[in-house]
């Protein structure tokens, strides 16, 4: 996995559609079931420790763009 779209498209596999419309609700929610499937053994180790770097990557940068938003 090298994209957030591509933890989307393997969350989609597993019939899991995440859209709020918040985009780092989305994240958080998105981190939350790839650590789900995790547990439940329906996702590489490999695969699951680039979907929790890219996304707390993508989720630091959203609370970082929100932060610079209200200054």
Do not use: P, W
């Not at 989609?12 to 995790?38: H, N, P, Q, S, W």
């Not at 996702?43 to 993508?58: N, W």
Request: aromatic share 8%.
């Amino acid at each position: 996995m090298k994209t957030i779209y591509d933890i989307q498209q393997h969350l989609k596999k597993f019939g899991t559609f995440i859209y709020v419309g918040d985009r780092l609700a989305d994240l958080e929610l998105m981190e939350d079931e790839v650590k789900e499937l995790y547990r439940s053994q329906c996702m590489e180790k490999e695969d699951f420790q680039m979907a929790l770097l890219l996304l707390r990557g993508e989720i630091a940068k959203e609370k970082d763009r929100l932060q610079g938003e209200e200054n």
